[in-house]
């Protein structure tokens, strides 16, 4: 069901700090159910931060994060992911002495699907996913790029998976996989209406994919609109310059 | 004049994902070359693979007319060629001088050329010869990166690579850092540095060159980049698939 009356999510002031250093500082962004975000900005700018932030690995010092109108800063992981957040890491964290399928099955479980069910849904990505002739192969024998793509197909599992947050998604995959991902990302969000937040280093994906994006430098906000916008901003520039 | 080329070289860490994709690019004697580009574009790999932690799969690389691809990094070491990695690589539990002694390592026999070198790195960098017997531990991350390019120059390298000098660092401590560099290839080294901080990489370098997604985009003198180097950065923002 549709509600407009409030962004879908909602980060409201959200300031992290590390000891001296603050890795968010006042940020406030609005995501709208169905959209797909980028988040960019140079290395350090604080993105997987916002990220650990949202889906609860970190608490933040101060601010508040509103998903669907619910206040979720403080909550557990778990909890998040019980929401329908899920996330994927830069370096794909799968259970390496699990099978392909198993992998699968397992977010499945903790949101008490039957085995069933589970395993008819986990084979029907898997095929999608171009992974099925790998289903019972030990995640640690798969290469990086298709630790990748299972780390990303797993986060489907979830039945009620309303926003996907990832990590370089593309980073230092085959050309072949990152199709994969990118065809599973348009068609989960046109036909299931899930809602992404995407970090990427890859501008040309980023700007072909997302309709709008974000950019952190030194932990704030900066500039915010679509990619042409943003690249025509000069604290933008700044910011890929270093200084 | 060329010290060192790259010719079309292909590498990458997995099958079938080339990081670097037909790269050729070229470091002239006696001058700083800088490699800008995004995280992920293959900047560090370049250095990798010329120092032989890396074989290209394609492509050849000539240091001082002499083919180098595939050989190991104590033999490029030997020939002259040092590099220094964006992580620390001094060893925290020796003190200053022995961490400066094992980049003599290769030569470590003859005591007379070790003695020498060391007396000049104490010149060139008094505040190392003041704490010479301190643990490198207790260094700060700018004296540590000191101590780095240190032990790295006491072989004289010919050429010295060096990956990311600023990263980490506090801004006045990136000034010092890069004035140092200045100063080292003021005294005959040929640099190659790998920066994420483009204006800094364009502030030291003499030639420059544009890495994104493994290919070079752009190279040549910094006078080419620094005409328009706001507008080679929209374009690279703007890039479409």
Redesign the interface.
Known sequence: MQDNRYPFLDVKNVTKRFGGLVANHDVSLQIKRREIRGLIGPNGSGKTTLINVITGIYEPEAGNIYFAGKRIDGLQPDVIASLGIMRTFQVARVWRDMTVLENMLIPAFCEGQSRKEAQARAEELLEFALLTRLKDTLAKSLSGGQNMLLQIVRGFMNRDLQLYVMDEPFAGVHQSIKGIILKSIKMMNEEKGITFLIISHEMPTVSTLCDKVTVLAKGELIAEGTMEEVANEPQVIDAYLGG | MSMLSMENITAG?????D?LNDVSLEVNERAITGIIG???AGKSTILKTIFGFLRPRRGKIIFQGQEIQGLQPYQLKQMGISYMLQEYSTFPQLSIQDNLLLGAWTFRNDKKLVNERLSEIYQFFPVLSERRAEKATYLSGGYLRMLSVGKEIMSKPKLLMIDEPSVGLAPNIVTEIYDLLIRVAQQGTTILIV??????ALDVSDYMYLLD?GQVKQGGPKKDFEED??EI??V??????
């Open positions: 860490y997995v099958e079938e994902i990081v995004a995280n992920g920066d994420q901080n483009i204006m800094k997604m180097i706001r950065i929209k690279s923002l703007m890039a479409k698939d």
